[in-house]
């Protein structure tokens, strides 16, 4: 059972933030620049796509602490550059929210830019799981279907003007045109690992959730240190309710037959026909066969006073 280990313990080191100046309102750069000056960062701004990564993988070998300023999509960068690094054990993530949704932030207790730089500086140490996708690393999400697809089509201008509702608005046009998938998901359960059970059908989405819960009935934020990953399919026949107005969140809480749960360490989706999107933290990534994987307390990261290792005061599960 790990226990939190102030930030102010760690010896003065090299930091590096790797800012991407077009994520959000794109309104972040000074602001982010001057405290990153004052907190002793040196700052590597992206200019094109793997930036985040690239950046993150040569700071990782001699920096402690790298850290993400800009969307999910950042973060995800920084992580995967820290791992190709091979430095997990050796590096801290911070992350600095200026992007649309910034829902990796918010479930870490991160509040806004300036109270980053204070959580970085001097807030509480965790261990967090890391998620693998076909060796490709995501810490908040990993989701299949027509929110990739939503995910995928939502442009920048629509995010700094709609903010996270982009990504509703469309989902909603999107599920319109969408052609479900013949998938097949197999899970496993408990710590052994053995235990499996097969999911095979039309699916609208596949949402596995690492540090993310889709589901507003209780915490958005999913326990990130329980070695699990929260998994939702949507059967194609929930299509109907999604496209009479509902909202994504409001239908993951009904009660129904087409709403599959599970709770586990690995899981295999297949489609046997073609290859489709995911979207990893926003990243986009296509193939036929998915791995999914925890890393348990793989990732140090510094995270708010907001944050809880087990969101669910009452310890409830998941339907199953």
Not at 179 to 202: I, M, N
Not at 268 to 275: G, K, S, Y
Request: glycine fraction near 10%; include cysteine; aromatic fraction near 4%.
């Amino acid at each position: 059972m790990q226990s939190d280990r102030p930030a102010a313990e760690r010896q003065e080191s090299e930091r590096v933030l790797v800012l991407n100046p077009v994520s959000g309102s794109q309104d972040h750069v000074d602001t982010v620049d001057a405290l990153a000056s004052d907190y002793g960062f040196e700052v590597r701004t992206t200019s094109e796509a793997g930036d985040a990564t690239r950046f993150a993988r040569q700071a990782a070998s001699s920096a402690d602490l790298v850290a993400a300023a800009g969307g999910d999509g950042t973060v995800n960068g920084v992580v995967n550059g820290v791992v190709d690094a091979g430095e997990l054990e050796s590096t801290t993530v911070g992350v600095v929210p200026a992007g649309t949704g910034n829902n990796f932030a918010t479930n870490v207790g991160i509040e806004g830019i300036e109270h980053a730089f204070e959580v970085i500086d001097q807030g509480r140490l965790r261990t967090i799981d890391l998620g693998i996708a076909n060796d490709c690393a995501f810490v908040n999400s990993c989701v299949g279907g027509v929110t990739a697809e939503a995910s995928r089509d939502t442009s920048s201008e629509n995010k700094r003007t709609l903010g996270v509702l982009a990504y509703v608005k469309n989902t909603l046009e999107s599920a319109r045109e969408f052609d479900s998938l013949p998938l097949r998901v197999e899970t496993v359960d408990g710590s052994d690992g053995e235990q499996k059970r097969a999911w095979e059908g039309e699916a609208l989405f596949v949402l596995v959730g690492n540090c993310r819960r889709f589901t507003s009935s209780r915490t958005a934020q999913a326990d990130v240190e329980d070695g699990l990953f929260e998994v939702t399919i949507v059967e194609d026949a929930a299509i109907s309710d999604l496209l009479g107005g509902a909202f994504l969140e409001g239908l993951f809480d009904r009660d129904s037959t087409h709403i599959v749960r599970r709770r586990t360490p690995s899981l295999t989706i297949e489609h046997r026909e073609h290859a489709i999107e995911y979207s990893l933290d926003g990243e986009m990534l296509e193939t036929e066969r998915l791995e999914l994987d925890v890393e348990p307390t793989a990732l140090e990261i510094a995270v708010g006073e907001g944050y809880q290792p087990d969101p669910d005061e009452s310890g409830g599960l998941l339907e199953s």
